[in-house]
């Protein structure tokens, strides 16, 4: 519903994770924008049972302009 911006790179890892209730388990997201920009851009990262959305997070990616 909401994809990268041409031109953007996301690495998840690890990109699947099973989990038992209670547990957690360290993720890294790295968001790489194009050469050249500037701003600021919001990318959703969403956890997935099968088709089912079980939470997620909003991070912010922000270059130059003082932001």
Known sequence: AH?????W????????VDLD???????????TP?????????INVNALMGKDLRGGVTLYVTRGGGN
């Open 3 to 7: 994809p990268i911006p041409p031109g």
């Open 9 to 16: 790179s996301v690495a998840i890892t690890p990109d699947t």
């Open 21 to 31: 209730a209670g547990q957690s388990q360290p993720v890294e997201v790295s968001v």
């Open 34 to 42: 194009p050469d050249g920009w500037e701003g600021r851009q919001a």
